[in-house]
């Protein structure tokens, strides 16, 4: 895991903060929980990669909804190891796709994928919560994307 | 009292934890931190999992150093390998330890000044006290009616002002009582905004002292006769507003920056907004308990307010535990470990490690303010 992606992930961890149960199932009673949060921001992050290679502007709209929920559902059933591998994965494809990229549509997807992750994420957390992390999430997913492209 | 005497600002802290939600939670907590405390330090190491003697439920201190509560026993975990954290006895209650600190801080107790405080910890925490409070703000209340919608309105709002300013810090409520003054102030004016001329027979209700031992079951009764009367959606709105009120408030207390020099008192303003917080996610808890009480509700209704209750309950607690850690470490040595924690990861070069602390006990634990990232980071000052 790259300094810059710990960083990431961190960052959107922080941005969750206390809200962490609008992301964890009803029941559950969590405290102390820093790893587990960071992990989380990790899932985030790598729905928002996903997003901008897998899709580069050609799903929008539900469909996008859709697909940046999949992911996360996804990522979430697996391990910390594959969630970090997933992580490092969709970091790298995300940054080749920004490659073929102006920097108008690069806005302009990030702003689709943000949106819907929002929207996904409002699913089962307060919508401002939801709206708040995902803006995190694009911002620390972009600054991780330029960063890779650069080294 | 001298906010700057070190023994005030003790006061101030216990205090300002023994009134959060009421006394007997507090109690609860503070038994249960002594309970703790008196385990051998090679069972209070991550990895172990308890369980509180004669209480229901398992904790488990994972080996990242996080916890979760269960309540039941996982599969796979062997019951011999439960820690029970017994009963003490021995602990003196929050109630003996603070009017304690009272009469030591005044070093007499013929001065007015402590009898007073001391008198309103005593009915605090009495049996009757919420029963009491109810039928005072009933009787208020109810005399308004006649006077017409806007006068309820208002002596609602001035009443939670005093409630949750000098009510609170002169322990003459408790965090509950607040709440439950918060809920009916919000939904009232919901019901006013409709302005559908049917409000004065829920609000005749709304102060009738009969069979409410307490503001909050006031709130929750109105909440019930809303639903009755078909303004669920109305009460929906209030709760979410209280809520909002809580994160913001909450954003407010991190967003706050120090206007002093003296990192004790600024952080005393940190988690006295932190307890403003704490107990707005407490009413919206307690409306999101009382909604769902309501037999009409829908399934997806019902699901999404069990979900956000979870959630601002577990919001809540970080605000307790923050709140009990402030007691803990009014002597710093907290703060000195974790800025030896801090300084040592970054000695060895393992940045991440240090920043996960960071990450742990500002944002996630809320122990601390994020202005207070330079304290933990600087290892050189004391």
């Given at each position: ?15 969750i ?62 391990n ?10 969709s ?61 | ?81 439960v ?85 609170l810090?002169?322990?003459?409520v ?55 009367q ?8 209030a ?36 307890q403003?917080a ?5 009413a ?30 577990e ?13 803990k ?54």
């Amino acid at each position: 895991m790259t300094e810059n992606l710990d960083q990431a992930k961190l960052a959107v961890a922080s941005e969750i903060g206390p809200d962490i149960a609008e992301f964890t199932p009803s029941g559950d009673k969590n405290f102390l929980v820093p790893a587990a949060v960071a992990l989380l921001g990790g899932v985030f992050l790598t729905a928002f990669f996903k997003g901008i290679a897998e899709t580069a502007g050609k799903k929008v709209g539900e469909a996008l909804v859709d697909f940046v929920g999949g992911v996360i559902h996804d990522i979430r059933g697996k391990n910390a190891s594959e969630q970090n591998h997933e992580l490092e994965n969709s970091s790298k494809a995300a940054a080749a796709a920004r490659a073929e990229l102006s920097p108008e549509q690069l806005a302009a997807i990030s702003a689709a994928v943000e949106s819907a992750l929002a929207k996904a994420l409002a699913k089962g957390a307060d919508e401002d919560v939801a709206s708040r992390v995902a803006a995190r999430v694009r911002a620390e997913g972009l600054k991780v994307i330029r960063e890779e492209r650069a080294a | 009292m001298n906010p700057w005497d070190p023994q005030a600002r003790a006061y101030a802290a216990l205090q300002r934890y023994y009134v959060l939600i009421d006394p007997g939670s507090a109690e609860n907590g503070w038994q249960e931190e002594h309970r703790f405390a008196a385990l051998p330090q090679a069972q209070r190491t991550p990895g172990h999992w308890y369980r509180n003697a004669g209480e229901a439920g398992f904790i488990h201190y994972k080996p990242d150093g996080s916890g979760q509560f269960h309540e039941t026993l996982p599969a796979g975990v062997d019951p011999n390998d439960v820690l029970v954290i017994p009963a003490n006895a021995r602990v003196p209650s929050m109630f003996d330890y603070l009017t304690g600190m009272l009469r030591g801080l005044v070093r007499t107790e013929t001065s007015p000044e402590v009898k007073a405080m001391i008198a309103d910890l005593t009915e605090l925490s009495s049996p009757g006290h919420a029963s009491r409070l109810a039928r005072e703000v009933a009787g208020e209340g109810a005399e308004l009616v006649r006077a017409g919608t806007d006068a309820v309105l208002s002596y609602l709002d001035q009443r939670l002002a005093r409630m949750a300013g000098t009510g609170l810090v002169s322990s003459k409520v408790t965090g509950f009582d607040v709440a439950g003054m918060m809920l009916m102030n919000a939904v009232a004016h919901q019901v006013a905004a409709a302005k559908d001329a049917q409000e004065t027979t829920l609000f005749r209700r709304m102060f009738d002292p009969s069979g409410v031992p307490s503001v909050a079951e006031m709130a929750a009764r109105l909440i019930h006769d809303c639903f009755a009367q078909g303004r669920g959606e109305q009460v929906g709105i209030a709760i979410k507003a209280v809520r909002k009120g809580g994160d913001g408030t909450l954003q407010l207390a991190r967003e706050q920056r120090p206007d002093g020099e003296h990192r004790g008192l600024d952080l005393d303003g940190y988690y006295d907004a932190l307890q403003q917080a704490g107990i707005r996610f407490l009413a919206a808890w307690w409306g999101h308990q009382s909604a769902l009480q309501v037999s009409t509700l829908s399934e997806s209704d019902r699901a999404t307010m069990e979900k956000t209750a979870n959630a601002v309950e577990e919001k809540l607690i970080r605000v307790k535990t923050a709140l009990m850690y402030a007691i803990k470490d009014l002597d710093e040595t907290r703060l000195r470990e974790k800025r030896a924690l801090i300084g040592d990861f970054v000695a060895k070069g393992q940045l991440d490690q240090a920043d996960l602390v960071l990450f742990d006990v500002i944002d996630s634990q809320l122990f601390y303010p994020p202005w207070f990232r330079a304290v933990l980071k600087d290892t050189a000052s004391p």
